[in-house]
Structures are given as structure tokens and as C-alpha cells.
């Protein structure tokens, strides 16, 4: 199937893919009276007379805003607010699909920090969750760390969501490798949002203090100006920041020097930039993640004829596919059902366990559930749950 | 019933009255790959490619915002954002009901009106139209103006949509009556919003120039300190403006004094405010519009012992509801169906035609559709939509 082109009828067809709709029938008098004037004045009071009610007789508790300014779009760039509506509302039928989610598209006719930032906090009444997604880096840390204490969760999904599905699919093919976690040695290609946040939580940077520390031994990050050191001109302040957690022997050079003796490649850049000469020079059985859609820094083929011993991509036609889809609906799931006002680093790490745990036994093509798999996300709202309680 | 008691069971039991819901299911390998990525990224290329496509591949040409900042709500007064949302909900519950649009609920965490304004100009990609609701008077007046060319339009449901509605029943009252509408002397008590825009729109004030004219002879508008004339102090900006097109003689006095020898009373106020005594000094056949909820100006039985000709009231228990959702869902439904960048007053009044010629014959007790009447919101939009075409 010539999924661009099917895709563009069906878009057309449908006129949009969601839809918005009563929980009940209007039909008599007396549902109108109900629903609306005069009986809904009711709830209305309880809500006035004490905020938290909100939660109680209003869409808020399982509604969640998906929030762009189409800066970063897949792999279409910035492409505006009205071009990214499409991703926005697929997004919120996969909410809908996979966590029974009321999630809504709100596409911002700006991409000001500052703006953005006050629109998300001006129209966050009605919701009870706000997910980030396809906006530029490094803007979007600023944005996401500004609106951390508005009282409910605000989650990029393109950074935490990307970065807590890798882990579980880390954490699995290291048990088929038989590696140990923290002894690895990581080299992720892309130090974007997700690129940044892959390496945050493979290096416990935001709970080193916790009993929920799960840290590799060392990351080296590239950009595509090759490895990122502390000898590089105009580094942006996240890629200064991440020095401070990365690349501890300070190594200069290209991506392929950083892969030499290297246990895994994360790649969250662009297609075709590794092949299997590059993956000889890593460690024995190399995990590889070549997570660019559509084609990914390498294709499985060359990664296994290079001696890879685990490989995953972002693609539904290969194994391992290594998609958000397995994350933000559970975490969102367990993060409203518990009326959380954030999404800690424990909850995080809670699901990303959650989902390596799916799997009774890893073996190298199956490291991660099946994207399709329904009964993850309710696995992952659990831990989520319990992780949030517990703090 | 008690509808009060009854309804917070409701919104407790539903949890909020909408939802959101795929317009297809999410099956398969290839559904994700259709709605999502990458098949996705065709309509995004092509919306990319030429903005007006949006219209075709996204939920925008059926989908309304209903904004609030939630200080005008019902007549619970300045209640705030989260305890609006039930009637937001309820609203687009009708939304549904009357037009099938996707209407979603937008309840601004400000009041402000620079940051109103900014706020809907920012959300505004994904919709194909702006609701107003319960934002108080006269902020509703610059808020509506400031945003009348952002090419899609914006409708403050509590002015326009009341006074549509108001001068359908108004229509065939006249015709019960036998008086000539242009004759018709009116007191309007109450110079919020709705006040103002019904007003306006019998003194065709907006479209005095175009064909699509008719005006009431005279208008005595009365706020809580009786008349509005030029004498009185302190009167904001738009009851100033009032006086350009109302209360040609320049009366001073009560709502009482007033009345004398007026044709037509339109309450928009609060209850129990004239008694049967007030509407004897009246011309002969008055006509009577209390309403104020769920207490109108005056009850039925009052006002038919002081001579009344036609009564109507906001009430579903009693003849000649005049209710705002005989007019929005057809309003929106086609100005949607053109693609209308704005409402005009042409528009406005072939709604308010439309709905007054619904009644084949008009009669004391039916001088408006029924409520629930689900025909109505079609012949509508048929009316504005012609109209627009016509523009």
C-alpha cells in the first residue's frame, strides 16, 4: 500500500479523524434541563465553591491537550500550526485507542517561548494533562521546565516518552546480550529533544538521588557536527549542559571514532549515516537503535552483517519497533487516574520497566512489546500509579 | 424533578458530558500507518503546501472553539473558568445535537482582554469558528470586535444569539398583534450584552445600509438605574453609544415610566422586576419577553392579567421558549458549510427570519419553534448560508 497517498484520501474522506461527542442523548425537555440550563448551574456552584470539584463533575479528569506550535513536525521540520493538525489528531486517536483519553489539538499560531508558555497556562482549566509534542529544540526544555508547577502534568512526549521507550527496550536487549546496564557504553547520534532526554535518563540525571537510579556507565552524544565536547564552539546551553553528564573522557571526533568500542548506538537523527564497517568497530554483540523514520540510520540488515546482536528501528514493518505509542498513553492513564501534577523521573522510570517487564523473556528480535498491543498501556498506567503513590 | 440535585448526580456519574472519539478504529499495522505516521505526513505536506487545504484534511471545517473566561456565566455571575465548564460542556453537547459540530470547550484562565484576544488568535488553527460565551459586558463588546478579522468567525453567543432569537419571536408577535414591526415602540431592561445587541439589531444599527433592513421605531433601553439618557453619569462606552440609536425623545425616569404606551417589553434582567399593573399602562395588545432565568421579569399569568397580547419567556415549562439554541447550531452550521470568514449582520438577520418563518402561523402561544425542534438548526443554515453566498 502507497501509505502517503491512501493517507491523503482518507484524511479527505474523513475530514479529520476525530470527533467530538456527548456522553448521552439529548432528546426531552427534561435531558436539556439536565445537561444544561437550569440543572447545570449545579455543578457549576460545587465547582465555585471548591475548585478540586472540577475534577469530579467535569471533562478535566480524563481530557488531555496536545499541545504544538508545529516547529518539529516528524521528519517535516517546521511546518506551522495548521500542517501539523493532522499528527495532532492522530495523536489523539492513538490516546483514545490505547487509554480510553479524551485528547484535543491545540496547534499554536506562535513559536515564542514566552507565548506559549501563557497560552498552555490560560487554557489549562479544562484539562487535566498537557502533552507537548513537535516542538523545536532546545526551546522546548525551556517551555516544558516553565510549566512543571501549573498543578498538572506537562509531559514532551518527543523527549520523555521517546527516551522512556528506549530504556525499556535497553534494558531487555542488554539481558539478551547478557551485558550488564550499568557497565554500558552508549553512543546516541542527535542531541535534539529526544537525543537530550535519551541521555538524561539513561544517566539518572534527575534522580540521582532516589532508590530509582538506573545510570550506564558512559555516553558519548553526537550532533552532526560529530561528538560533542567540551572544546566546541557555540554549543547551545543543553548541549553544554550535557557535558556535565556525558562524554566523561572529553573525546573529540566523529561519530564513527565515538562508536569504537561502544555497546549500543541510539541513533535519533537521520537515515543511512551508519554501516556495517561502523558497527564492526564496536564492542561484541552491539545493540543498535536506529530510531529515524522513515529510514533509519541503519537498516537491520547492514547493522547484523557488522555483527549487531540486537536491532531496533522506529518502523512497524521490522521487529523491535521502538514507538512512543507504547509510552504516553499509559503514562497519562496512571498519571490522571492518581490526579497527578507532574510527571516525576520515578514515574518515568516506573514505565519504562513497566514495558521491558512485558516481556517474560527478551529474546534479540523481541526486546519491546508490539506496538499494537493493547494491554500494555494499562500495564504502564499501573506502575505509573504506583510510582506516584509511593511518592 | 429537581433538576439541581438531579444534575450534579449527572456530572458526577458521567464525569463530564463530551468526549472525544476517532472517527475510525486503530486496528492494524496499517490503520497506525494511515492516521499516523507516515502516512500522516502527506496531508501535512499538502497543508504545508497550500494552507486553505487544512479545511480538507483536518477537523477544522466542523470543529468550534466555545471560549469563556468564565465571568458572565448563566446567571451565576463571575464564577470563573473551571466552574464554567459544565455549561461549556453542555453547550457543545447541543452544538452536536442541533448541527453535528464538534464543538470543545476553551475556558480562559484570564480576564483580561488583551490576553483574551491574543489567547483565541493563537488557538485559532484548528477551528472553523469562534463561540463567545458568558464573557461579561462591555469586555464581550472589544473582545468580539477586536477579533472580527482573523478569517474565521467570532460569534458572542449571548448578544447576537439572543437577540436573533429575540427578533424571530418578535417577527411573528407583531404579526399576532397585527402591528407593523417598524412601528413598534420597545423597552428593553437590561443593558449587558444581550441588552446592547438586541437592540442594535432592531434598530439595524449594524446594516443600516443594505436591503437586509428593519427597524423598530424606537427603543427605550433601562439598566438597574432606570432609563438610559444623556443626562445620566458615569454610563460605560457602549450604553453611551446606545443613546445614538435609542431613546430618540431622550426620556428620563423609571423602568415604569418607560413603559407607558410601549408596545413591546424585553427583559433581560433578573426576575420579578414589573407586575401586571405596569403592562396596563402599555399600548394595546402589548407584547411580553421576560426572560430572565429561571425567574422571568414577569410570569405569564401576571402579565396576561395586565393585558398582555403575546408572553414569552427563557423557560422550557412555558409557551414561547425564546432560547439561544433555536439560532447558534444553524448560525455555525452554515457559516461552516461556507467557510464564512465572519458573520454578518446579513447572516444574522436570515437566522432570525428563518426562525420566525418556521411558524406558518403564528399565535399567542407559538410565536417561535419549539426548542427541541431538530429541524429548525437545518433551515437555518440554510438561510445564513444563502445569505453569505450572497455577500
Known amino acids: 500500500m502507497d ?18 461527542q456527548g456522553k448521552m442523548d439529548v432528546r426531552t425537555k427534561d435531558d436539556l434541563s439536565l445537561v444544561y440550563s437550569p440543572g447545570v448551574a449545579e455543578p457549576c456552584r460545587a465547582i465555585a465553591a471548591d475548585e478540586e ?40 486517536m492513538l490516546f483514545k485507542r490505547f487509554a480510553n483519553i479524551d485528547a484535543f489539538p491545540i496547534c499554536l499560531d506562535t513559536q515564542d517561548t514566552d507565548e506559549i508558555v501563557e497560552t498552555v497556562k490560560r487554557i489549562a482549566p479544562v484539562f487535566g494533562g498537557i502533552n507537548l509534542e513537535d516542538i523545536a529544540a532546545p526551546r522546548s526544555f525551556e517551555i516544558e521546565s516553565r510549566l512543571q508547577d501549573i498543578g498538572i502534568p506537562v509531559f514532551h512526549d518527543d523527549q520523555h516518552g521517546t527516551a522512556i521507550v528506549v530504556l525499556a527496550a535497553l534494558i531487555n536487549a542488554a539481558k539478551v546480550v547478557k551485558k550488564s546496564i550499568f557497565n554500558l557504553k552508549v553512543v546516541i547520534n542527535g542531541a535534539g529533544a529526544a537525543g537530550i532526554a535519551i541521555a538524561r535518563l539513561l544517566r539518572c540525571v534527575d534522580n540521582k538521588d532516589t532508590d530509582a537510579c538506573i545510570a550506564v556507565k558512559d555516553i558519548i552524544a553526537c550532533d552532526s557536527k560529530g561528538i560533542i565536547h567540551s572544546k566546541r564552539n557555540n554549543l547551545n546551553t543543553a548541549k553544554q549542559e550535557l557535558l556535565s553528564y556525558s562524554n566523561a573522557e572529553d573525546k573529540a571526533g566523529t561519530l564513527q571514532d565515538a ?12 537515515g543511512n549515516l551508519i554501516t556495517a564497517d561502523d558497527v564492526r568497530t564496536m564492542a561484541k554483540n552491539p545493540i543498535i537503535f536506529g530510531l529515524a523514520n522513515p529510514i533509519p540510520e541503519i537498516m537491520p540488515e547492514e547493522a547484523y552483517k557488522g555483527g549487531a546482536a540486537v536491532v531496533g528501528t522506529g518502523r512497524s514493518d521490522l521487529p523491535n519497533q521502538i514507538n512512543n505509542v507504547l509510552g504516553f498513553p499509559g503514562i497519562f492513564r496512571g498519571a490522571l487516574d492518581v490526579r497527578a501534577k507532574r510527571i516525576t523521573p520515578k514515574m518515568k522510570l516506573a514505565a519504562a520497566f513497566a514495558i521491558a517487564d512485558f516481556i517474560d523473556h527478551p529474546t534479540a528480535d523481541m526486546v519491546i512489546p508490539a506496538t499494537l498491543n493493547e494491554r500494555v498501556a494499562w500495564r504502564v498506567a499501573d506502575a505509573v500509579k504506583q510510582a506516584a503513590q509511593e511518592e
Do not use: C, Q
Open 3 to 20: 501509505y502517503f497517498k491512501e493517507s491523503l484520501h482518507l484524511h479527505k474522506a474523513l475530514k479529520g479523524k476525530i470527533r467530538v
Open 259 to 270: 562508536l569504537v568500542d561502544a555497546d549500543v548506538f541510539i541513533g535519533v537523527s537521520k
Open 53 to 92: 470539584a472540577v475534577w469530579d463533575y467535569t471533562i478535566k479528569s480524563n481530557t488531555v491537550a496536545i499541545v504544538t506550535d508545529g516547529s518539529a513536525v516528524l521528519g517535516l521540520g517546521n511546518i506551522g500550526a495548521k500542517a501539523s493538525i493532522p499528527v495532532m489528531e492522530g495523536k489523539a
